[in-house]
């Protein structure tokens, strides 16, 4: 799913502004889309020339107006068409995994504080996580946000329990023992 077809979606839930729909880019979706203003606006734009959002300004004290987007039932039938295709393989990317590749290259003490840090992201996205499924406010969304959970779990078990692998070769490539 891209920008344009999750902005369809956030938009069956309520109306919103650009600015409103980062703040849920930046929120739950965060675990399988970033998405920044310079995608977010020019997707919004185009869903509005299609004639599948609406946009309205809304005035306010002292500020420039904010544009409101709502779908149309023309949007709300192409997001449901988008939802009733077969999902494309989830794609995962991470830089972390492909410094690891080379992780004998590493000095071992910047190795370890990789991986620490790695841990203590993990840990961050737990806590918010948690967070979230606190609040979360259909049983659809504690899914998505329990599967990211579980994930962001996993990895932490991982690395505590599999750094000295990496670590390991790490110092004997740098000839410490």
Same mark, same amino acid.
Do not use: W
């Given at each position: %799913?891209?920008?344009?077809?999750?902005?369809?979606?956030?938009?069956?839930?309520?109306?919103?502004?650009?600015?409103?729909?980062?703040?849920?880019?930046?929120?739950? @979706? +965060?675990?399988?889309?970033? #998405?920044?203003?310079?995608?977010?606006?020019?997707?919004?734009?185009? @869903?509005?020339?299609?004639?599948?959002?609406?946009?309205?300004?809304? #005035?306010? #004290?002292? +500020?420039? *107006?904010?544009?409101? !987007?709502?779908?149309?039932?023309?949007?709300?039938?192409?997001?449901? *068409?988008?939802? %009733?295709?077969?999902?494309?393989?989830?794609?995962?990317?991470?830089?972390?995994?492909?410094?690891?590749?080379?992780?004998?290259? @590493?000095?071992?003490?910047?190795?370890?504080?990789?991986?620490?840090?790695?841990?203590?992201?993990?840990?961050?996205?737990?806590?918010?996580?948690?967070?979230? @499924?606190?609040? #979360?406010?259909?049983?659809?969304?504690?899914?998505?946000?329990?599967?990211?959970?579980?994930? !962001?779990?996993?990895?932490?078990? !991982?690395?505590?329990?599999?750094?000295?692998?990496?670590?390991?070769?790490?110092?004997?490539?740098?000839?410490?023992?």
């Amino acid at each position: %799913m891209d920008v344009r077809v999750l902005c369809l979606g956030m938009l069956t839930r309520q109306e919103a502004t650009g600015y409103e729909l980062k703040k849920v880019f930046e929120g739950p @979706l +965060r675990l399988f889309l970033d #998405a920044s203003f310079g995608s977010i606006y020019p997707a919004l734009n185009r @869903l509005a020339a299609e004639e599948l959002v609406t946009c309205s300004a809304q #005035a306010q #004290a002292k +500020r420039p *107006d904010k544009k409101v !987007y709502r779908i149309t039932p023309k949007g709300r039938l192409a997001f449901l *068409d988008a939802l %009733m295709r077969k999902p494309g393989a989830d794609r995962f990317r991470s830089e972390f995994l492909a410094t690891m590749l080379f992780a004998d290259l @590493l000095p071992p003490r910047h190795l370890s504080q990789l991986i620490d840090e790695r841990i203590a992201e993990c840990r961050r996205e737990l806590g918010e996580l948690d967070g979230a @499924l606190a609040v #979360a406010a259909s049983p659809a969304e504690r899914f998505v946000q329990g599967l990211g959970r579980t994930i !962001y779990g996993a990895a932490l078990e !991982y690395l505590a329990d599999n750094r000295h692998v990496v670590e390991s070769e790490a110092l004997l490539a740098s000839g410490q023992n």
